[in-house]
């Protein structure tokens, strides 16, 4: 699976983005879909997922109610969107993939197979 994140970039608090994913080498509804972050010096932080086989969605508390993560299976896309932007949203953002994650696991950055490069958000206060 090869994955390719885009959508960062430059803006104010208060401020949208919407993050994609596009997936290629795998059906992501046979996939379960995740974004991390990382800010400089911290660890990859997980963000949200979307689960293959149901669709569930799953958000850390950090951006619940502020960010809707939803895949476009025409276009083999994942997507993240990000309302109320925060200076502390700052961070390189990743999707993550893997067919065979368990929901346990899903917020851990070692169980996945798949990584996309980063796409930087850099949100200005």
């Known amino acids: 699976v090869q994955l390719q994140a885009s959508g960062g970039g430059l803006v104010q608090a208060g401020d949208s983005l919407r993050l994609s994913c596009v997936a290629s080498?795998?059906?992501?509804?046979?996939?379960?879909m995740t974004w991390f972050r990382q800010a400089p010096g911290k660890e990859r932080e997980f963000i949200s997922a979307?689960?293959?086989?149901?669709?569930?969605?799953y958000y850390a508390d950090s951006v619940k109610g502020r960010s809707t993560i939803s895949r476009d299976s025409a276009k083999n896309t994942v997507y993240l969107q990000m309302n109320s932007l925060k200076p502390e949203d700052t961070a390189a953002y990743f999707c993550?993939?893997?067919?065979?994650?368990?929901?346990?696991?899903?917020?851990?950055?070692?169980?996945?197979?798949?990584w996309g490069q980063g796409t930087l958000v850099t949100v200005s206060s």
């Open positions: 993550a993939a893997d067919d065979s994650i368990i929901l346990s696991q899903l917020s851990n950055p070692n169980a996945y197979d798949y």
């Open positions: 080498g795998r059906t992501i509804r046979r996939t379960s």
């Open positions: 979307i689960f293959r086989s149901t669709g569930n969605t």
